[in-house]
């Protein structure tokens, strides 16, 4: 544990640093989420799946979301996931799609969408209605959006291979838009360790850049009244709150408050380090690793005026 880590984080969590280095090292559990455009009855699929010696318990913040313990192999290398009954997701990601609530009929922007989950995820709470653009720069990753949106029989949804800042030239043409934006995914350091090997007291700050610009453009071409989830699987403040700030000081979006039932989260930071956030950033959502046994993750719900 670098020691400038253990700092930062001491000064962000205080008492309860000691139960979130414990998560860091506790593996977490699997879950999956019952992928609906597959499968018309969940239930028979649950006890499917319960018939393989695998135990199941909802995911109380989204209904077709089962954490799996007890499988007695990968919960990937199955039939039913060849199919594209279940899509293998931790439970935090569903959390960005169930705040951005996409509806049957609207026209989303998913602006970081590689390798789908939340793509997935949205077509199915669309019922495969209205569109999706899923859009990634990169190729190799593209191949894994492709293969997942075909696999979970998604329809509405169009692929495009672009840097995410080119949206704002299109102007407001999206009801909603989701970015789900790179970042240094300190919040999965459980599942990938090497993450605090590459950490270091700046590294969130040159990301921060890149997730202002998405923002932008992101706010850009969301319609009037629209709205944007910002989401990344960080708990760094410059890749949350300083994004945020940045959102409603300098494009003017506001931050609505949400209650995502069923799950336990803390408020945005209202300062870090003596900088005071902007009116509205504590509206935003931090979801530790030891709140609910999943990934960290950061979300704030962003409504163009
Ligand atoms: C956190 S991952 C997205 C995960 C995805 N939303 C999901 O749920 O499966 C961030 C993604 O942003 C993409 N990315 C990196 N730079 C980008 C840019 N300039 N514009 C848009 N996306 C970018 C990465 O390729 C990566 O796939």
């Not at 997935?120 to 190799?140: F, H, L, R, S």
């Not at 760094?236 to 039932?261: C, H, I, Q, S, T």
Request: net charge positive.
């Amino acid at each position: 544990m670098k020691e400038s880590f253990e700092r930062k984080y001491r000064m962000l969590l205080g008492d309860e640093y000691e139960l979130f280095l414990e998560s860091l090292f506790k593996p977490l559990r699997d879950a999956i989420r019952v992928n609906t455009l597959k499968v018309t009855n969940v239930d028979a699929l649950l006890r499917r799946l319960e018939a393989k010696g695998w135990r199941l318990e909802q995911v109380p913040w989204y209904p077709h979301g089962f954490w799996v313990s007890e499988t007695g192999g990968r919960i990937g290398a199955t039939v039913e996931h060849c199919l594209g009954y279940y899509y293998v997701q931790d439970a935090a990601s569903m959390i960005p799609p169930v705040v951005l609530d996409p509806k049957p009929g609207e026209v989303i922007l998913d602006m970081c969408a590689a390798p789908g989950s939340k793509t997935t995820q949205m077509a199915q709470m669309m019922e495969n209605k209205g569109v999706i653009i899923a859009n990634d720069p990169k190729t190799k990753r593209i191949a894994a959006l492709g293969s997942n949106i075909q696999r979970c029989g998604v329809m509405n949804c169009v692929i495009t291979q672009m840097d995410g800042r080119a949206f704002g030239k299109l102007g407001p043409v999206f009801d909603k838009v989701l970015v789900d934006a790179p970042c240094t995914c300190t919040g999965t350091i459980m599942r990938s360790p090497e993450i605090l090997a590459t950490w270091g007291p700046y590294t969130a700050r040159s990301l921060s850049r890149l997730q202002k610009q998405l923002l932008r453009a992101a706010s850009r071409c969301v319609k009037k009244e629209g709205i944007i989830v910002y989401s990344v699987c960080s708990l760094e403040p410059e890749e949350g709150e300083f994004v945020v700030d940045y959102a409603v000081r300098k494009l003017g979006l506001e931050v609505e408050e949400v209650n995502v039932e069923g799950l336990k989260a803390r408020h945005g930071l209202s300062e870090w380090m003596g900088r005071r956030f902007a009116s509205g950033v504590e509206n935003s959502l931090r979801v530790y690793p030891h709140d609910n046994w999943t990934e960290g993750f950061f979300v704030a719900k962003l409504v163009k005026a």
